[in-house]
């Protein structure tokens, strides 16, 4: 007993480091605009990255701001519109992360912590996974490291709905040992577990799910005893097994109800619209112009719809591992093992299957088209190019397992083994990095928000900010948003996922009249003074991009009491 718990502290104090020091590097590879300028710079641009900080923040006000004038679901923009929380994800499943920064930094500094964090523990997460089924550590930290910071989430960076994975690992976990010996325990803990992943992200979520019904499926197929075995569980617990399961899918439904009400007013996603979405070969080779291998694979992007969502490509060091992997398991038959071999061949089989269901052809052949029409909630996942996230997952976990495997049966020298290990590591790790993020300054959009807050202070009750054709409109709406939000003012203004009906185009800006007009489409009450918020004429007229001089706004004042008096 006494060896057995020296031979484990040792490979801890050998282990652990390792994973560290992988984690470390990806943090820096992903982050080191944000780290270099002493997170002076926010990755990666002002409308999205914003966005994601404002639903943060909302909930963070909703907790510690009793006089906050937001409710869960109707953050005050798009006023008077309810549940317009409903229009992108909630990121509720992570919140408490960014609430725990937030307690003891302003929101910019928080929300940057909160990216980091999310990152590490889904590389902290996946390294779990690792270690539990005994992988050498560097080859284990690389595949955690391709998880939490591999190109795919990195030319994603901007879309940090996609950010906190570290759920899924854990939901893995338990299902990897439920399948083999099922207990009600594990099934409540991957339910709850799984709720908490569609809580953290609904694209990371529902993917999850849907993953999990082909590993069960794929599971059963293969291996008949655990068909035996889960057939005959479910027998004899099946009334707890229903009442546990209806009782998820009633607090799915009541969690998620607005965004069923959303649904039913703005209606799915149309075929055609997700048809533009859908994984082509090229997208599996497709890079970010700030990849290094951009001068080798950008044009393989070209003419694809939307080609930043079709950036899905994670290196010749692990596509070179996955060849290997697939044609030892599947070509050669090589066994690895009872255990191992089982979790090989289902891991790489749910990648496969995902793959191909997903998978595009000319002229607009997909078998993704049946998953729409019959898959519950297929039809509101618009971009499922993002279908990596789980696919990835799937593929990390069979070709990292299978490759451990390889060595440690090809290669009888520990040190041998453990060098080709760190070879591999090294090398896909270094095609990881991109030379160019996205960022902007802070300081200035901070202090256009801080005009528009002061402006909106002054006896507001209602704002509303007009934008020139010149300006960027989700970066004025999003200021605008932010500008209430701090002075606790309801704007009209907003940017998200969809936009209510009847409401003019987001992208084009509002005069006075145009925003009467829509708060009377829209029953808003009619008391108190609505303020169209403006640029200053010589602010608009500057052309010097100094910082010290931000441009300065000005409020038209509309009393709602005078209007109605009028004849």
Known sequence: MKDQINRNWGRSAISIPVYVLACLAGIWIMFYPTLSSHFALMQTDPGDTRLNQYFLEHSFQLLTNPAYIG??????????????????????????????????????????????????????????LMRRFSVNPFLGSLAS????????????????????????????WLLWDFIKQPTIKRFVAILLLTYLQVLAGIYLGWFLVFSILIFVGISCWIRPDIRRTLIRYVRENIKPLVAISLGWLALLVITFWPYIRAKSVLGGRSYREIDSMLPRLQSWFSVDHGSVYAPLLSWISKGLPAANEHRLFMGFVILAMSVLAIW??????????????????????????????????PPGISLWRFVYHLVPG???IRAVTRIWTIADFYLLIGVTVCIDSLLKMKVRQPLLRSSIALVLCVASMGEQRLVNYYQY????????VVQMQQVMEKDCDVAYVTFTPEQPFFVVQLSAMWAGLRSNTPVVNGYSGNHPPDYLDPTKSMDAQGVLDWLEVSDAPKS??????????SAAQETSSEPANPPSY????IDFNAIDSTP
């Not at 070509?331 to 009872?338: A, F, N, S, T, V």
């Not at 300054?441 to 256009?448: F, G, L, N, T, Y």
Request: glycine fraction near 4%; hydrophobic fraction near 50%.
């Open 328 to 361: 030892a398991i599947f070509r050669q038959k090589i066994d690895l093992g009872e255990d191992r071999n089982f979790l090989v061949r289902v891991s790489l089989l749910v990648f496969i299957v995902i793959f191909v269901l997903s998978f595009r052809i």
């Open 378 to 380: 297929a039809s509101v």
């Open 441 to 448: 300054e802070k300081a200035s959009i901070d202090r256009e």
């Open 145 to 172: 490291f391709l998880f939490a910071f591999g190109l795919p989430r990195a030319m994603q960076l901007g879309h940090q709905q996609l950010l906190p994975q570290f759920f899924t690992p854990l939901v893995f």
């Open 554 to 557: 000005r409020a038209e004042s």
């Open 528 to 537: 108190g003074n609505l303020c169209v918020v403006s640029q200053e004429p």
């Open 71 to 128: 409710q869960l679901w109707s953050p005050s923009f798009f006023y008077p519109y309810p549940e317009v929380l409903a229009f992108s994800d909630n990121l509720f499943g992570s919140a408490p992360v960014y609430w725990f920064f937030r307690s003891i930094l302003p929101s910019d500094l928080a929300y940057q912590w909160w990216t980091i964090a999310v990152l590490t523990l889904n590389f902290v997460a996946f390294s779990m």
